[in-house]
């Protein structure tokens, strides 16, 4: 006998889906929270691992992208308190792509800080703003390098902000220099601390540091730039009269 019941059965690709809206609705009320005035960034410790979005599994990449989504949203409508909140998120869900955190840190850096300022806004006034934005991007940057303690571009990253939005060269040089430091460094992050340097009046620093980083720059790699670095040697030896 057939039943006069109809078997129900969930449509395929259901069950993803329904699993992504409900971590999405469950991290509501934490963004309302972060998302208020007296809150700074902060690490949002519990989170991982065995925390809400530990339980995630598979879907911390799906969870990620759709609170990127939302931060973006945010961005364009200047939402100061909205946007880092919701950056603050999307790195607890996946720490993983560096994607999250370079283009966070810019948003920190060189966008929060000119939302809402006039344009007749006092030097000094737009100089705090720059700096505490860099502040923020660098707190950011450095949970980023938690998870990713050898990651050339995360310190890079670092080092740019530090000069373009900080303007702190010296901060920069240090940043620059542990980028160099690091197995996938771009050769750039070498010959720029090595310039740093020069700038900061620190010639003989200078000088010392390209002639460590000759001996393995490549002649036949362009990137390399070793002629350029030579160049930059004999610039220095004469500065500082050696031969």
Do not use: C
């Not at 995630?56 to 308190?81: F, I, T």
């Not at 923020?136 to 990713?148: D, K, M, N, S, T």
């Not at 393995?216 to 362009?222: H, K, R």
């Amino acid at each position: 006998m057939s039943s006069n019941t109809a078997s129900f059965k969930l449509p395929a690709g259901f069950l993803p889906l329904f699993l992504l809206l409900l971590a999405t609705a469950a991290l509501r009320p934490l963004e309302h929270r972060l998302t208020a005035p007296s809150i700074q960034l902060v690490e949002l410790n519990g989170l991982g691992g065995s925390g809400l979005l530990g339980v995630l599994g598979g879907m911390r990449s799906a969870v990620a992208s759709g609170l990127w989504l939302r931060a973006n949203e945010a961005w364009e409508r200047q939402d100061a308190a909205g946007t880092p909140a919701l950056l603050q998120l999307t790195v607890a869900a996946d720490e993983r792509p560096l994607y999250f955190w370079i283009n966070g840190a810019r948003m920190l850096a060189y966008d929060i800080p000119t939302w809402g300022a006039a344009a007749d806004q006092p030097e000094v006034v737009r100089r705090k703003a720059a700096a505490a934005g860099a502040a923020a991007a660098q707190v950011f940057l450095e949970a980023g390098l938690r998870a990713h303690p050898q990651s050339a571009e995360l310190l890079v990253e670092l080092g740019n902000i530090q000069l373009r939005a900080g303007g702190d060269r010296a901060a920069a040089a240090a940043w620059f220099r542990r980028a160099a430091e690091q197995p996938d460094a771009p050769y750039y992050a070498a010959r720029i601390h090595g310039e740093l340097l020069r700038e900061l009046g620190r010639p003989a620093e200078a000088l010392a540091w390209l002639r460590k980083i000759l001996p393995g720059l490549p002649a036949d790699d362009p990137a390399a730039r070793r002629g350029v670095v030579e160049q930059r040697i004999k610039a220095l030896e004469a500065e500082l009269g050696e031969k």
